[in-house]
């Protein structure tokens, strides 16, 4: 049968403190249209699908939604798993109603070892779990990594296979050397690097949750969907999407899918960020990671850089800051300047503009009265 | 048909810090048992089902077991709304999976006037809603307060009636005349006081939710069932319990609930409280509301009390403390003392025993160390 495996979606995750929701929801529809366009027997999504244990009221409307939508509307069956993000016993509420519909998610390791059976696979849904419940699960104190639990769990899930079926395995683990980006929050391992990919052997496709990268991990027969937006900049140059899946032969393909903003790196100056000529040419809604080519100090910078960019999420200098030494410099010249002049490059740095004549006079006027009142310091009795 | 009626379980609510989920599953349990006994043909919960709109994964686990265990091991169909305590949005997860399962959950405005139809009956199920929704719903911008909607939303509802059935409203407001408790949080009503019952005159049965007092209202065809367990001390001469309800004659008889600790009050004094012969003949693991008629100050009271008694919500004095008269003839008294006599009452105060004489031969000893050293007030040296 025909599947698609995707994973990692961090309903409610925040970039740079941009809210994603319209980004998650624009995307998710785009997955169901591929799902449609393939014609996919069934959905599988392996894990995360919230960002945080306890996602916001937005959030759970919008998953709430889309899984309403792709299994009940749609029509597809679902098989779904919790990941470290997600809140097991929150994520289950409804999961006992969910199977009549063909969709069915399971939060907890006990529920890993009876296959979900549909046309010619055997899918065996392993939700993300701590050395703690294998220790109980299996009654074996010395359980404390997960390295040492996952033998146990396959072993487990291999008694049940029927040989005359296709085996997936759905699960959310990080795989021996696998390849990590900065968005995902690090599996506690008991100290080693995660799990041997030979363990998975068995398995005709093992769809994965946890890496946000498609090609953190090729084996001939798992693979991470990686998440379908970029969560970090760090992504910036990952192709997100979806695999498709054939269970029976194990082959997959993957399917792109297109954001609503993407993540864009700019290197220029300042001037130039904020020429019409410039920016009419590239799309100001992505968000954006902006590499400054100016040394100079930038009074009001931000401000001036999101009135044009709504979507700024980092802001860097390529050459760096002008040095101590130019610095001091110009702090040498500040000093020979006499007050009214400093006032004149001050309102020159802020507004761009030169004083007018009457703004002079007011300033002239505004310092003698000060001078006069001799509560200014010595530096104010320069002219 | 033959319904029971419930409401406002408030599931993980705390009484005076004390965690309650023991207590709400005991009694979730009992009502369980009323329905089986009454064979009850469904299962009305009228709102506020948890307590706080982000419940507790505990709280969760709770209620998604409760509910699960009811609608598909029992197998009791279950018709139930949203209370101002719940997220509406949070606990709607699920919700369009659970009709399949005769398990009714509504939760916006908009549901309401669909009719449920089981049997003899249409159950109509209004979940609390804000004067913003009823705008929106009926599109008026007049609508300012649940008053001025509720006329519209009941009329509409009427709109469906089968003169045929029977009909029953499931709701969560506040009614005009019903009597409050602590416990509840006020519903802002735009500054009138309540829902006309004589709005409710075409049900012939009124589930409501929101006061705790089975009493709180008397019509002849609408009953708050109250919260199932005491959630101050103010509802501690309630009944707690629940409505077993004929729908076609619109009769109703309360089945009681018994806590797994009750609340309670004790006046009495300090020294017969830590009296064997006292507390042996009462429940110490009730939640306990303390009026000690001592007048005096007890060191180390809460700590000395918590030892015999681990659940005290409240601890008052009957007579109030001694009157700033009597604490001064006891200060000039002190005045009088010399450090001796002083520790030898600090120690019958603080452990109601003469201090030996090898005690008494320390103390002595240690006073006169500190007086050698110089490094004691003028008090010390009077001996």
């Known amino acids: 049968m025909k599947v698609l495996h995707t994973a990692d979606w961090h309903i409610g995750k925040k970039l740079h403190g941009y809210d994603l929701l319209p980004d998650q929801a624009y995307i998710l529809d785009q997955i169901k249209k591929i799902a449609k366009e393939e014609a996919v027997d069934a959905i599988v999504i392996a894990g995360d699908l919230y960002d945080r244990s306890v996602p916001s009221e937005e959030s759970v409307r919008l998953l709430n939604q889309t899984i309403a939508d792709w299994n009940l509307h749609e029509g597809f069956p679902l098989l779904a798993i919790s990941g470290n993000h997600d809140s097991a016993t929150r994520l289950a509420t409804g999961a006992p109603w969910f199977n009549q519909a063909?969709?069915?998610?399971?939060?907890?390791?006990?529920?890993?070892?009876?296959?979900?059976?549909?046309?010619?696979?055997?899918?065996?849904?392993?939700?993300?779990?701590?050395?703690?419940?294998?220790?109980?699960?299996?009654?074996?104190?010395?359980?404390?990594?997960?390295?040492?639990?996952m033998p146990k769990v396959i072993q487990k899930i291999e008694e049940s296979f029927d040989p005359a079926k296709s085996h997936v395995l759905v699960s959310h683990f990080f795989v021996a050397g696998s390849s990590k980006t900065d968005s995902e929050t690090k599996i506690e391992v008991g100290g080693l690097d995660g799990i041997n990919g030979t363990l998975l052997e068995a398995f005709d496709y093992v769809a994965l949750g946890h890496l946000h990268g498609k090609d953190a991990l090729k084996l001939a027969n798992a693979r991470y969907s990686g998440s379908p937006l970029k969560y970090s900049l760090s992504e910036k140059d990952q192709t997100k999407g979806v695999w498709i899946v054939e269970t029976e032969t194990g082959e997959f393909t993957f399917r792109e899918v297109t954001p609503l903003?993407?993540?864009?790196?700019?290197?220029?100056?300042?001037?130039?960020?904020?020429?019409?000529?410039?920016?009419?040419?590239?799309?100001?809604?992505?968000?954006?990671?902006?590499?400054?080519?100016?040394?100079?100090?930038?009074?009001?910078?931000?401000?001036?850089?999101?009135?044009?960019?709504p979507r700024i999420i980092q802001v860097e200098r390529a050459n760096g800051f002008e040095t101590a030494v130019e610095a001091r410099l110009k702090t040498e010249n500040i000093k020979e300047k006499s007050p009214i002049a400093l006032t004149e490059d001050f309102f020159m740095d802020v507004s761009q503009n030169e004083l007018t004549t009457l703004q002079k006079q007011w300033i002239e006027e505004g310092l003698h009265t000060i001078l006069k009142e001799g509560g200014a310091s010595e530096c104010f009795r320069r002219k």
Chains 1, 2 share one sequence.
């Open 102 to 149: 063909n969709f069915h998610l399971h939060t907890r390791l006990a529920e890993a070892f009876t296959p979900i059976e549909m046309a010619d696979t055997q899918f065996y849904l392993l939700p993300y779990f701590e050395p703690v419940d294998a220790r109980i699960y299996f009654e074996d104190p010395e359980l404390r990594t997960i390295q040492q639990a």
């Open 261 to 309: 903003h993407e993540i864009q790196e700019l290197q220029t100056s300042f001037a130039s960020l904020l020429d019409p000529t410039f920016y009419s040419a590239i799309d100001r809604e992505n968000y954006l990671s902006i590499l400054l080519e100016d040394r100079a100090v930038i009074p009001n910078l931000m401000n001036q850089l999101r009135q044009v960019y």
